[in-house]
C-alpha cells in the first residue's frame, strides 16, 4: 500500500513532538518531510536560557539529532522555509524553489519575537532572544561591550538578564509595569522577586515606557516617555511574542490571532492541521510546551486514526529558571470578586503562597520562596477540587521520601510534559531504571526545561531505596547504567570487538543502541584497537560516514587539505577546472586556511574527489582538521620560527587521525601569535631558540583561552609533546569532548604531570604511532569502493547531516 505523504512545516518543539507521536503510533504509515527555517535539527529552546547562564552549551540542547532523522527515514531539509501553500492541490512551495505534495500537512510555525516598533529597533546590538542565533549574538557582544539592557521584565526578560550578569555584563531591565512578571504573579510575589533579583546584581527601571533606540549604526542608549535615559551597548527586546501564521494567512488557511483549529487541531482547509505557539484553539494561543505536547498528542492521534478525546486547552503553570529564585505560578493569579484567598506570608523565610479559591475550588496559585506545592496544586485545580483537599493534606515540611510517599500517583512530576508519579514509579520497576537519565529516555520527564530532575531523582530514590546512587555517575546514555569508563573498562577485560557485542555483552536496554551511543561506541573501540577494529561506517554521524559537510540546502562542501595552509598553482588551477565542471556554487577561504567549495550535489563528489586528486581536509570529522600558520621566519621579519615548515609536519603526522572531538592546531613563529594558538586545541608558538605549546584553546561559543602545557627546544619534540597529548586526551576524554571542556575537567597540573613522567611518555607516542599507521585518505578509499559509491553517494534519502 503506497504510504501517505506528511509533510511537516517548522521543525520545532511542538512540531517534532507531533511527529514522535505520530511515529509510536503508526511508525510506518507516512512518508514524512520536515522543513525548519533554522538550519539545525530540533533543539530544546527552552534550554536557551541555560546555554545564555552557562550552565550548558548549544551542542546540548538537541533533543533529535541528525541521525533520528535519517533513522526514521524522515526527510529533512533544514535551513528551508515554505512559503506557500497551495491548498487545492495540497501542494508546499519553499524558498528553494522546492515544490512538495501532501496528503497531510501540519503548520507548527511556533512564534515571532514581538519587537518594540521604537525608531533605531534595527540598529546593531538590538536583538530579541528566540533562538540560537539570538543567544550566540548576545554571548559574543558580552566578550566586547558591558552594558546591556533588557526591555521586559516578564520570564524571558529575566532569564536573559540572568544570562548577561554571568557573562559579565551590567544589565538594566526596563519594565512598563509596577512590578515584576505581573502576567503570573501578584505583587506581592513580584515585589519579592525584584529585591531577590536585586540582590543578584540586577537593576530595575519599573514604569518606563520606551520611545527611542539611540546611536548611530550601533545602540549607545534608550530614551523613556518620561525624558530619562540610559546607556546600552545591547538592547535585548522581551516583551512577549506572537504567533507565526503570515505564510498560513497569505495561503488562505482562516486565522484570527493564530491559526483557527478545533479540538483535535484541524484547521478549517481539509487534511491541514496546526500545532503550536501558532495554533488558536478555543480563542487561546500558548506560549509554553506542556499545552503544546497536549495538542501534539491529540494531533497524532486524529492523524493515525486513533480515538482520541480531542483538545481541551489546559492550565498554565509557569517556573522561573533563575538559579537561587523559586517562584510558581498556575492558572488565575488575581483575586476579584468572585474568589476567596488562602495566604501564607512568612516575611523571615522568604515565603509566600496564595491560592485562590472559587466556590469552593481551587483556581490558582502564587508561590514564592517555597513552590513544593506548585505541581500539586496544578494536578488539584486539573481536577476540579475543592480547597479541603488541600488543606486537610498541608505537605509544606515534608521533604525528600515523606514528600514523595504522600503524593498521590496520579500527581504530576513533570509539567512540561504531563509525567505522573505513577508512569515514573511504573517505569522504573518494569523497566529496571536507576538514574534519572534513563527516566528522561523512557517517560519524557526532565526532558524540557529541567525543573523537575530533583523530584525525579527523589521518586529514584524512593523506589530504589539504598540501591540509588544519588551521585550517579552520568551514564554513556539512556540504554545503559554504565559510566563511559566503565564501559571502556569493560570492553578492556571481556575484549569486545563491535559495538552490538558491546551491547549485548553489556547488557543495553536497546538492542540497536541510540545515536549517543553508537558513535561513541565505535570510537572507543577504534582508539583502544587501532590495528585490528574495523571501523563501523554506520555507526558515525552522517557527515563523517559522508566524508563531506551537508550544507542548510541539502548540498555538500568539499574541503581539500592544503597542509599548512599553503597552496600551489597546480592545486589551485585543479580546484578551479573542478569549480567549473560541477557548477560549485562559492570557493570560500575557510578560518583554517584552505579553500572550501560550496554547493556540491551528493553525487558529484566522488567525482570531484577523483579529479581534485588531493587528500580529505576531513572539515567533517571528530578528528585534525587544520594547522593555521603564520608566515613565519622566512618572510616575516619578527619570526623567529619556521612555523610554516613545522605546520606541514605537524599535519601531516597527525591527518586522519580519529579524536573524540574536532581539533584544531596552529604555530606562530613569534608570541605576536597571528595564527592565533591561544584558540586552538593545540597552539604552537615559536620563541627565540624555543617553542611553547599551548593546549585546551576554543574559540567558538565556549570561549577558552588555551593554557601552557610546555616549552620545548626542538621541533621534533613539539611533535613528540602533542603526539603525547593528543594521545592522552584520546584515551581519557569523553567521546564528543572537545579538549578545551577536557582540560578544564582535569586540570593542566594533572597533564603535566601525566607527560613528566618518561615511561608514559613514551607509551603514550607508540600508541599514536600505532593508531597513526593505519590511517587511510577517506576520499580515496571511498572513491575505490564500488559498494560505498553504490550505498553512500547515490541511494542515501536523508539530507541531513552534523557537524
Ligand atoms: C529562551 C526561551 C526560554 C523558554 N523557556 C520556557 C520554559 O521554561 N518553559 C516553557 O514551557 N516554555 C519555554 N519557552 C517557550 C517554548 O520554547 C516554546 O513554547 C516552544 O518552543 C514553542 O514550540 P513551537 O514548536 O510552537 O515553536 P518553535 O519551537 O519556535 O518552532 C517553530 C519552528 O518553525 C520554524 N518555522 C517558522 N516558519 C517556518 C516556515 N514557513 N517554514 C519552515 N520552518 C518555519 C521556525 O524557524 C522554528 O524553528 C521558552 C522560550 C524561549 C525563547
Ligand atoms: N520559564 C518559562 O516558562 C519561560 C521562560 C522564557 C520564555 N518563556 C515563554 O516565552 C514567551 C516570551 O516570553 P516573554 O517574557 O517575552 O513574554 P511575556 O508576555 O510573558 O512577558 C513580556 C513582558 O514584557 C512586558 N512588556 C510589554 N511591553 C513592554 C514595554 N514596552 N516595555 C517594557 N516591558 C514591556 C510585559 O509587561 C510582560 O511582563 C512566553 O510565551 C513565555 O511564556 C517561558
Ligand atoms: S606570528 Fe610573528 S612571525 Fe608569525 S607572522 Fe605574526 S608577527 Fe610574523
Ligand atoms: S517540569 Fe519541565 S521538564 Fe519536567
Redesign the pocket.
Known amino acids: 500500500m503506497r504510504k501517505q505523504k506528511l509533510v511537516l512545516v517548522g521543525n520545532g518543539m511542538a512540531g517534532i513532538r507531533a511527529i514522535e507521536e505520530i511515529l509510536k503510533l503508526s511508525p510506518h504509515q507516512f512518508d514524512i518531510t520536515v522543513f525548519g527555517s533554522e538550519p539545525y535539527p530540533n533543539y530544546n529552546r527552552?534550554e536557551l536560557?541555560k546555554v545564555l547562564q552557562g550552565d550548558t552549551e548549544i551542542d546540548d540542547i538537541t533533543l533529535n539529532n541528525w541521525q533520528w532523522y535519517e533513522e526514521n527515514e524522515i526527510l529533512l531539509y533544514p535551513g528551508e522555509t515554505v512559503t506557500a501553500i497551495d491548498k487545492d492541490n495540497q501542494t508546499v512551495f519553499t524558498d528553494k524553489e522546492r515544490q512538495v505534495d501532501y496528503d497531510k500537512l501540519i503548520i507548527a510555525t511556533g512564534?515571532v519575537?514581538?519587537m518594540?516598533p521604537l525608531p533605531g529597533v534595527d540598529k546593531d546590538g538590538v536583538t530579541a532572544?528566540r533562538d540560537i542565533k539570538d543567544c550566540e549574538q548576545m554571548i559574543e557582544t558580552s566578550d566586547q561591550y558591558k552594558k546591556a539592557v533588557v526591555?521586559?521584565?516578564?520570564?524571558?526578560?529575566?532569564?536573559a538578564a540572568r544570562g548577561l550578569l554571568n557573562l559579565g555584563m551590567q544589565v538594566d531591565v526596563?519594565?512598563?509595569?509596577d512590578y515584576?512578571?505581573?502576567?503570573?504573579l501578584d505583587k506581592t510575589a513580584g515585589k519579592m522577586l525584584q529585591k531577590e533579583l536585586e540582590n543578584q546584581g540586577m537593576n530595575f527601571l519599573l514604569n518606563?515606557?520606551?520611545v527611542k533606540i539611540t546611536g548611530r549604526n550601533r545602540v549607545k542608549g534608550l530614551k523613556f516617555k518620561d525624558g530619562g535615559e540610559v546607556k546600552a551597548d545591547l538592547v535585548v527586546?522581551?516583551?512577549?511574542?506572537k504567533p507565526n501564521i503570515s505564510m498560513a494567512k497569505e495561503s488562505g488557511v482562516p486565522v484570527n490571532r493564530g491559526i483557527i483549529v478545533n479540538d483535535y487541531l484541524e484547521t478549517e482547509v481539509p487534511n491541514i492541521f496546526a500545532v503550536g505557539?501558532c495554533a488558536e484553539h478555543r480563542e487561546m494561543v500558548?506560549?509554553?510546551v506542556a499545552p503544546l505536547y497536549q495538542q501534539a498528542q491529540q494531533m497524532a492521534k486524529r492523524i493515525c486514526n486513533v480515538d482520541c478525546d480531542g483538545y481541551k486547552g489546559s492550565v498554565l503553570s509557569?517556573?522561573?529558571?533563575v538559579s537561587g529564585v523559586d517562584v510558581f505560578s498556575t492558572g488565575k493569579i488575581i483575586e476579584d470578586k468572585h474568589t476567596k484567598s488562602l495566604k501564607v506570608f512568612d516575611e523571615w523565610r522568604g515565603v509566600y503562597q496564595k491560592v485562590l479559591v472559587e466556590e469552593g475550588k481551587i483556581t490558582g496559585a502564587v508561590l514564592y520562596g517555597d513552590t513544593k506545592d506548585g505541581n500539586r496544586l496544578l494536578s488539584l485545580i486539573n481536577k476540579g477540587a475543592m480547597i479541603e483537599e488541600y488543606t486537610d493534606n498541608k505537605r509544606s515540611e515534608e521533604t525528600g521520601n515523606d514528600l514523595i510517599a504522600s503524593m498521590p500517583e496520579e500527581e504530576i512530576i513533570c509539567g512540561c510534559n504531563g509525567v505522573t508519579k505513577g508512569t515514573i514509579i511504573e517505569a522504573i520497576n518494569n523497566q529496571d531504571l536507576t538514574t534519572v537519565e534513563q527516566v528522561k529516555g523512557c517517560t519524557n520527564a526532565s526532558r524540557s526545561?529541567g525543573g523537575c530532575k530533583s523530584l525525579v531523582s527523589d521518586l529514584l530514590e524512593y523506589a530504589l531505596g539504598d540501591q540509588y546512587d544519588q551521585n550517579q555517575k552520568e551514564s554513556i546514555c539512556t540504554c545503559s547504567t554504565l559510566s563511559r569508563d566503565e564501559v571502556i573498562e569493560e570492553i578492556k577485560l571481556k575484549e569486545l570487538t563491535h559495538t552490538r557485542e558491546v551491547m549485548n555483552v553489556l547488557g543495553w536496554t536497546s538492542e540497536e543502541g541510540c545515536s549517543k551511543c553508537k558513535p561513541a561506541l565505535n570510537y572507543y573501540l577504534g582508539m583502544l584497537n587501532p590495528t585490528e577494529y574495523k571501523d563501523e561506517r554506520e555507526s558515525r554521524f552522517v557527515n563523517e560516514r559522508l566524508h563531506a559537510n551537508i550544507q542548510n540546502n541539502g548540498t555538500y562542501s568539499v574541503v581539500p587539505r592544503m597542509y599548512g595552509g599553503v597552496t600551489n598553482a597546480e592545486d589551485l588551477r585543479r580546484i578551479a577546472d573542478v569549480a567549473d565542471k560541477y557548477e560549485v556554487k562559492m570557493i570560500k577561504v575557510t578560518g583554517g586556511q584552505r579553500l572550501d567549495l560550496l554547493g556540491v550535489q551528493k553525487g558529484d563528489l566522488p567525482s570531484m574527489w577523483s579529479e581534485l586528486d588531493m587528500p580529505s581536509g576531513s572539515a567533517y570529522a571528530k578528528g585534525l582538521r587544520t594547522v593555521k600558520t603564520c608566515v613565519g621566519a622566512d618572510f616575516c621579519r619578527f619570526g623567529t620560527q619556521d612555523s610554516i615548515g613545522l605546520g606541514v609536519q605537524m599535519e601531516k603526522k597527525f591527518e586522519g587521525l580519529n579524536t573524540p572531538h574536532k581539533v584544531k592546531m596552529s604555530v606562530s613563529a613569534c608570541p605576536r601569535n597571528c595564527a592565533e594558538g591561544s584558540v586552538k586545541d593545540v597552539g604552537v608558538i615559536g620563541l627565540d631558540g624555543e617553542f611553547e605549546l599551548y593546549v585546551g584553546g576554543n574559540g567558538g561559543t565556549h570561549m577558552r583561552k588555551a593554557e601552557l602545557l610546555a616549552k620545548v627546544k626542538t621541533e621534533a619534540e613539539v611533535l613528540n609533546t602533542t603526539a603525547a597529548f593528543l594521545q592522552y586526551y584520546r584515551e581519557n576524554a569523553s567521546y564528543l569532548e572537545r579538549t578545551s571542556a577536557w582540560v578544564e575537567r582535569v586540570g593542566i597540573e594533572h597533564i603535566q604531570n601525566v607527560l613528566s613522567n618518561k615511561k608514559t611518555f613514551i607509551d603514550l607516542n607508540q600508541r599514536m604511532d600505532e593508531a597513526l599507521s593505519v590511517v587511510q585518505d577517506p576520499w580515496k578509499e571511498a572513491i575505490k569502493s564500488e559498494t560505498l559509491l553504490r550505498d553512500l553517494y547515490e541511494n542515501v534519502k536523508v539530507p541531513a547531516g552534523s557537524n
Open positions: 527552552i536560557s512564534s519575537p514581538f518594540l532572544f526591555i521586559g521584565g516578564g520570564l524571558l526578560g529575566l532569564e526596563v519594565h512598563i509595569a515584576l512578571m505581573e502576567r503570573q518606563k515606557q520606551s527586546m522581551a516583551v512577549g511574542i505557539e500558548y506560549g509554553l509557569t517556573q522561573l529558571k526545561c
